[in-house]
């Protein structure tokens, strides 16, 4: 079966430095304005079955950039507004003869469907309440691009724990690189097997972030949310916003970061997000370097091998460990 990228969870973490020592290079490459020149380019579908902006959009770039072509698709103008089942059109898609698949849905588990069905080449762009790996990585470059190591980090991640993959995509991260990850939010924002997680849950912001290195804002994802989960938004920003008071329990200079989009003056506040400490739209541009990284990564099988060559970047380590991504590419 090919390579795909559907969750960080079941990566191991000399796997997730490599992938993020490749988006390092990469990001170096476009800084210098290479331009990547691929033998074998590929041709990427790009299937969201629920809206993005950044993520699209940076999968777009990272496209591209890598010298490959994409083909955008979404439910409606499909024939999936016809009642075409989701198997189905994985498998139109496949015989249209697509390299590979970047998919987005509101369903957890639907990119390992996709990877079934389409024989691996898929990377996950955010499964339901599952996980969002891209994000992650691209996270994770961002710390790395500040802080020389996440090993030893506190990583407070604050909100809407319940329903995002986010949370959960960087608590497997964090913690799998060594950081010490809380997950500060309200009881009914919580999920009820909190424990299957690996951090430490708080439902007090103080002691959450006290010393924080790294305070990762989550949105309320109000369009996933049963009525009655929160009492009031009011309450919610009184107890859990990141603001310039609430930062100060934090390291002085924590990076500040959320996944966007923003709920601006309810999980944050202004100088949160706008301030020295912000990495709000480091962490966008970054995903453009981790998202060739995947698709890079996904293709440098051996028998792409010799194909992927001619994309390769020039060496850049974010880790202390020597990477084999150069190597491998
Ligand atoms: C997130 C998502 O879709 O999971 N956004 C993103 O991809 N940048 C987070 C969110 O919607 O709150």
Avoid at 114 to 128: R, S, Y
Avoid at 135 to 152: E, F, M
Avoid at 175 to 199: F, N, Q, S, W, Y
Wanted: aromatic share 6%; glycine share 8%.
């Amino acid at each position: 079966m090919n390579r795909s990228l559907l969750t960080i969870r079941h990566l191991d973490a000399d796997t997730i430095h490599e992938m993020i020592d490749l988006a390092a290079s990469f990001r170096t490459a476009i800084m210098r304005g290479e331009t990547l020149r691929p033998k074998d380019p590929k041709v990427i579908g790009l299937l969201f079955f629920e809206s993005s902006t950044r993520t699209r959009v940076s999968f777009e770039q990272a496209t591209s950039y890598l010298g490959y072509r994409f083909t955008n698709f979404s439910s409606s103008g499909s024939s999936m507004s016809k009642g075409e089942t989701l198997k189905d059109t994985i498998l139109t898609l496949r015989s249209e003869r697509l390299d590979g698949v970047v998919m987005r849905h509101r369903a957890s588990g639907a990119p390992f469907l996709a990877h079934q069905l389409f024989d691996g080449h898929v990377v996950n762009a955010g499964d339901g309440e599952h996980e969002h790996p891209t994000q992650a990585l691209g996270d994770a470059l961002t710390v790395l691009s500040h802080l020389k190591s996440i090993q030893g980090l506190n990583v407070a991640i604050v909100g809407d724990v319940l329903h995002s993959r986010v949370a959960r995509s960087n608590a497997w991260l964090f913690h799998k690189l060594g950081a010490d990850v809380r997950l500060i939010g309200p009881r009914t924002l919580m999920p009820t097997h909190g424990g299957l997680l690996p951090g430490r849950i708080f439902h007090d912001l103080e002691p959450g972030i006290e010393d924080a290195d790294v305070v990762m804002c989550l949105r309320l994802q109000k369009e996933r949310m049963q009525d009655g989960l929160m009492t009031s938004t009011k309450e919610y920003r009184k107890m859990y916003q990141v603001n310039q008071e609430t930062l100060r329990w934090a390291r002085p200079g924590a990076l500040v970061m959320h996944p966007g989009p923003l709920n601006r003056g309810v999980e944050l506040d202004d100088f949160a997000a706008d301030g020295p400490q912000s990495m709000i739209l480091q962490q966008v541009e970054n995903g453009i370097y981790v998202r060739m990284a995947a698709l890079h990564w996904i293709f440098a099988q051996p028998q792409a091998k010799k194909a992927a060559k001619a994309t390769e970047p020039p060496a850049e380590k974010t880790s202390k460990k020597k990477s084999s991504a150069g190597a491998k590419a």
